[in-house]
């Protein structure tokens, strides 16, 4: 390779985006590892505290809400496919139906509208069907809160799908429901995997929302975990920054694995429409 | 009977979905709007009779509201395009042909999937007295060591945006990306036979064809930003003072920590019509490419 003004800049570009977005992160894995007293030192920790992953993540402050964000992501983001995929589906496919911009914008716009300006009601009416602070309450309302995100990425999604392959069903007599279940779907799994993985990273990153709907470490996930550290004990950095990682782990690790997926997902719903 | 089932099978295939985004997200926006007009008993929902505009006047006259306005009027200029910015420039570096830009980007998504509340959680850590920036201030002999950041009103501000661009980049980097790989390879080929500058081949072929992403990706952040409690939350509350306050935390406050439906209402209405203003081009943009080439 040779050596260039391009390359030079090049590289020193690259050096600068991963310092940018990686130096706080590693930052606050060295807080995490410090010993608390050391926390205000610049440097290396005089020794690694590697066993306060294990008593922050196994901490009854915690590891209650670790679990319940996995019992809610886990329960949410199938029933968000299933609801999502046939509306998607119609949106994206059906010629003969006269408002589907019109309905494609009315999710469009729930999509974008800001939580915290209905949590509120939210709020209320799960109070009112007795589902205030448990993890039904919280799934039910992740589930509408996040449906019509799926239904933009899946609808991206189906109107790639080869036309052929659905007239030529449709000829031999084929409903458009089985259509959707025999011939639409199987084809569509990498669009499926890769709304049911961002559908994953939002759940699990939701906070406010939660915040606003659970009270006890009944249903409170673990974005809302990182904070309970502060407040009820003594505030203590190094574990605010473990709690923070740990909580952090799982959508890091799916998206650095999926990330070639997660791409392809985004540009198409941006791209595609 | 054909006919029928026309129009009656778009309708069933979106039914599901229909019903849920009815309940939650429909229904309490509509309710929010009915109970802006209401005087609604602190504490409580019960309901003390109607007030026409009286919560929008209310609230338009608190100084809090006034700065939170304005806050997220900065926060939304001074922060999407910076943010778009920096992701303009990431976006042509993951686009070149080089060793290792695959990982540089599978880097960029990691960092896109952080929850907000947690970047606001590494941005504190950073940003304490006697913490890493303030050390790093100290040797440029900009500040003390001790010097608390975020509790300079001003500068509080200024770190909720560098912690925003942070966060929302990564979005607006992917959006970019895609429009750059939309971007037919011949052209690259012809201006390089050209003997085009690279950057002659960015400014006349790149820009332009990507335009309407870098709209797109603006209007995301900006939304992005402006609505997300999260960050502001975990990185200063607000403060100090209303330093930091934006739309978002105010309604928050407003509706949860003072208890006031009423007021929290018409406050959750004002940032919806926030929101609106960006979100109008943003969906024609998106419905157009859906729909516009038929």
């Known amino acids: 390779m040779r050596i260039s003004l391009y390359n030079i800049l090049l590289l020193i570009a690259v050096v600068l985006i991963v310092i940018f977005y990686f130096g706080p992160v590693f930052w606050t894995i060295l807080i995490s590892l410090k010993p608390e007293e050391e926390v205000y030192s610049i440097g290396l920790p005089s020794k690694f505290m590697f066993d306060r992953y294990y008593k922050v993540l196994l901490s009854d402050r915690f590891i209650p809400t670790f679990l319940n964000s996995f019992k809610i992501t886990f329960a949410a983001t199938p029933f968000i496919v299933l609801l999502a995929s046939p509306a998607a589906y119609a949106i994206a496919r059906f010629r003969e139906f006269k408002g589907r911009t019109g309905v494609f914008i009315l999710f469009l716009v729930l999509m974008l509208l800001p939580h915290v300006a209905i949590a509120g009601y939210i709020y209320s009416m799960l109070t009112g069907l007795g589902l205030y602070d448990t993890i039904p309450g919280v799934v039910l309302t992740y589930t509408g809160l996040f449906t019509p995100f799926a239904i933009w990425t899946l609808s991206s999604y189906f109107r790639g799908v080869p036309k052929e392959i659905e007239e030529a069903a449709l000829v031999d007599g084929a409903s458009r429901l089985s259509i959707l279940t025999r011939v639409i779907l199987p084809i569509s799994l990498p669009g499926i995997a890769v709304t049911t993985i961002l559908c994953f990273i939002l759940i699990w990153s939701e906070f406010l929302v939660a915040f606003t709907i659970t009270l006890t470490y009944n249903a409170r996930p673990v974005t809302i975990g990182t904070l309970l550290f502060v407040g009820l004990y003594e505030l203590q950095w190094s574990e605010v920054a473990t709690a923070a990682i740990i909580a952090t782990i799982p959508v890091l690790a799916i998206a650095f694995l999926a990330s070639k997926y997660i791409i392809r997902g985004l540009t198409t719903a941006v791209i595609r429409g | ?294």
Not at chain 2, 90 to 105: D, H, K, P, T
Not at chain 2, 137 to 164: K, T, W
């Open chain 2, 1 to 294: 009977m054909r006919k029928l089932s026309l129009t009656l099978t778009p309708l069933f295939f979106c039914l599901p979905a229909f019903i849920i985004t009815f309940f939650i997200l429909l229904v309490p926006l509509l309710n929010t709007l009915y109970r802006s007009f209401l005087k609604i008993k602190i504490g409580s929902t019960e309901i003390l009779g109607l007030v026409g505009l009286g919560n929008y006047i209310n609230i338009i006259n608190d100084s809090a509201f006034r700065v939170s306005f304005l806050n997220s009027l900065i926060l939304g200029f001074a922060g999407a395009l910076p943010a778009v910015l920096v992701a303009l420039l990431v976006a042509s570096v993951c686009n070149q042909q080089f060793r290792g830009n695959r990982i540089i980007l599978s880097l960029i998504v990691a960092a896109w999937a952080i929850p907000p509340i947690v970047a606001g959680r590494v941005w504190k850590i950073l940003l304490l007295p006697n913490g890493l920036i303030s050390t790093i201030g100290s040797y440029l002999g900009l500040c003390e060591r001790s010097y608390s950041i975020l509790g300079d009103p001003n500068f509080a501000l200024v770190s909720v945006i560098i912690a925003s661009i942070w966060k929302f980049s990564p979005f607006a980097t992917l959006i970019l990306l895609g429009g750059m790989r939309t971007i037919p390879p011949e052209l690259y080929e012809a201006a390089k036979i050209d003997g085009a500058t690279f950057y002659k081949t960015f400014r006349h072929i790149t820009l332009p064809l990507i335009a309407r992403y870098f709209n797109i990706a603006i209007l995301f952040v900006s939304m992005y930003i402006a609505a997300t409690v999260d960050l502001v939350y975990a990185l200063t509350g607000g403060g100090p003072g209303y330093a930091t306050e934006i739309l978002a935390s105010y309604t928050y406050k407003v509706y949860f920590l003072q208890q006031d439906f009423g007021r929290g209402s018409a406050t959750s209405i004002i940032l919806i019509l926030w929101a609106l203003i960006s979100m109008g081009p943003l969906i024609y943009f998106i419905s157009k490419q859906m729909f516009g080439r038929e």
